[in-house]
């Protein structure tokens, strides 16, 4: 089980960016996936989670209206599209498995990790 994080960056306030989670050695079938942060000196919060195939999503309420995630089963590949960004979403991103179908929010949760990919807010 390999989960791969990418498209973080450095980006202005008030931007946008998405990032991808890709899948590789499983498929995502039957899993929720969430996103998780952990910006510097702080623990990792959650910050979206979407259930299997994709009908619940749930989000962390600072991010709520301007994050949004969503999933391609096809291509076995789970997106977070940040719009609006501010200076406290820089955090590195991880993204999560959870061996369940249905949604939840805390880390315990989710049995697989990716690496993370670094975010960066700032003008």
């Known amino acids: 089980v390999q989960l791969q994080a990418s498209g973080g960056g450095l980006v202005q306030p008030g931007g946008s960016l998405r990032l991808s989670c890709a899948a590789s050695g499983f498929t995502l079938d039957y899993y929720a996936m969430g996103w998780f942060r952990q910006a510097p000196g702080k623990e990792r919060e959650f910050v979206a989670v979407?259930?299997?195939?994709?009908?619940?999503?749930y989000y962390e309420n600072s991010v709520k209206g301007r994050f949004t995630i969503s999933r391609d089963n096809a291509k076995n590949t789970v997106y977070l599209h940040m719009s609006n960004l501010k200076p406290e979403d820089t955090a590195v991103y991880f993204c999560?498995?959870?061996?369940?179908?249905?949604?939840?929010?805390?880390?315990?949760?989710?049995?697989?990790w990716g690496q993370g990919t670094q975010l960066t807010v700032s003008s």
């Open positions: 979407i259930s299997w195939p994709g009908s619940r999503t």
């Open positions: 999560a498995a959870r061996n369940s179908p249905y949604a939840a929010t805390t880390e315990p949760d989710f049995g697989s």
